[in-house]
């Protein structure tokens, strides 16, 4: 294995560490904001990413994808403990809807500065030192990786934010019918999921991740 093969797979590991570690602190800080200490209590408001490490969806799936060849990578942290109902005395539904919508806007923030960053750069290839090739790997992983969890996450699908910011705009407008559905839905979440994962249905489920993919690149 070659010296670029190996910066492309750290500056890979890094990158998808900082999405999905970055977007669990979010939620945990945002509560925090309005007056939710469970996480800060728990340690989980740290950068250490040994606190925020699940074995399957940080290590096992990222590796398995990867090694597989797979055309995207997609994986996820421990979640964050968050004690809605304190939210919500302090800062009401909307506070909810902001603890909800926080690894999303992280996401998406982040894919914007890195998509900027990396257009001071004409191309990758021309690149000199592996440093800087390092650098420039590490923005357009950065910039791909922050794309699909923050767009996926916007997918109104339980248990994902999307639901979660769906059901706090329902239940502030009143429409408690779409409320008490998300909530019935909560044990089909991962099925739907699947469904829309690995079937042909997948074409449809990522066509908006790859066309905002290509706008930022």
């Not at 991740?209 to 690149?217: D, E, F, N, P, S």
Request: with cysteine; glycine share 6%; hydrophobic share 55%.
């Amino acid at each position: 294995m070659d010296t670029i093969h190996l910066l492309e797979i750290a500056a890979t590991i890094l990158a998808l560490l900082v999405a999905i570690i970055g977007h669990e602190i979010m939620h945990g800080y945002v509560a925090y904001l309005h007056g939710d200490t469970t996480a800060k209590n728990a340690g989980r408001l740290s950068i250490n990413p040994l606190k925020h490490v699940d074995p399957v969806g940080t290590l096992l799936v990222p590796a398995v994808l990867y090694f597989s060849g797979a055309p995207f990578m997609f994986g996820w942290a421990k979640p964050v403990p968050i004690f809605i109902p304190t939210v919500v005395r302090n800062a009401g539904l909307k506070g909810a809807l902001h603890v909800a919508l926080a690894g999303i806007a992280y996401n998406f923030t982040l894919a914007i500065v890195c998509s900027l960053a990396f257009s001071m750069f004409k191309d990758i290839h021309a690149v000199d030192g592996y440093l800087s090739y390092f650098l420039v790997y590490f923005l357009v992983q950065s910039m791909i990786y922050n794309v699909v969890l923050g767009m996926f996450n916007l997918y109104p699908i339980p248990p994902l934010d999307g639901s979660h910011a769906l059901s706090y705009v329902a239940a502030m407008l009143g429409w408690n019918t779409i409320v008490d559905f998300l909530e019935s839905m909560q044990r089909y979440g991962m099925l739907i999921l699947m469904l829309f994962i690995a079937t042909p249905l997948s074409k449809y489920f990522f066509a908006p991740i790859h066309y905002v993919i290509r706008l930022l690149y």
